[in-house]
């Protein structure tokens, strides 16, 4: 078998996730998305999509089809608001709690089409040293240039995209904090 290598500059698969065209049984659609310099998700190139295309033709029955999707990049904003306990500095516990929905959200721990669990999240807050209760959470599609940021054009709605305590991408898709110091907002009332 012939082993295709890409340059640097054709771009690298970051991820990747098959899954049956629900219009032929025969076909597959492969999604897949890159990450720039800064590790944020893009687009992958149309050149590494053709190299892909080549090189998993090789290995493809005749009857088959693959076809090579851009995976949706839909991101998002969380929102919440916590009573702190007596006791506490409340920019310390709300700086704790960014912190942790930070590493939660790097996209180093997302794959496609993996949903975003509520209790998690809700968990993730409460379980924070200092907080009383979770008042207010909420999970926001962000789209186009808010302020100096500039986010994908996908718009994703997330009340349309709530089911059973979990937020879906759309099928291929991939979530994303894209700037999580703007992204990820937190107050103490």
């Known amino acids: 078998a012939r082993i295709y290598t890409l340059p640097n500059n054709f771009g690298r ?22 990450r720039d310099n800064s590790k944020k998700l893009v687009i992958s190139p149309d050149t590494l999509k053709e190299n892909l295309s080549t090189y998993l033709n090789q290995y493809r029955l005749i009857s088959e089809s693959i076809d090579i999707l851009d995976a949706p990049i839909v991101n998002l904003g969380i929102k919440y608001s916590i ?49 009383l209760s979770l008042v207010e959470f909420k999970v926001i ?4 240039t808010i302020g100096a940021n500039k986010y994908s ?8 995209n709530l089911t059973r305590g979990m ?21 103490a009332i």
């Open 153 to 160: 054009n996908y718009v994703w709605i997330s009340s349309e």
């Open 83 to 131: 009573v702190v306990e007596k006791g506490y500095n409340y920019q310390s516990v709300l700086n704790q709690i960014n912190g942790d929905l930070s590493q939660y959200t790097n996209i180093e721990n997302f794959q496609i089409n993996q949903p975003l669990i509520v209790s998690d999240i809700s968990n993730l807050i409460l379980n924070t040293p200092g907080v």
């Open 167 to 187: 937020y879906f991408p759309p099928p291929g898709g991939i979530f994303e904090i894209k700037f999580s110091n703007d992204d990820i907002e937190g107050r």
């Open 141 to 144: 599609g962000k789209h186009g």
């Open 13 to 34: 698969v970051f991820r990747a996730a098959v899954i049956d065209n629900p219009n032929n049984p025969l076909s597959a659609r492969l999604f897949i998305i890159s």
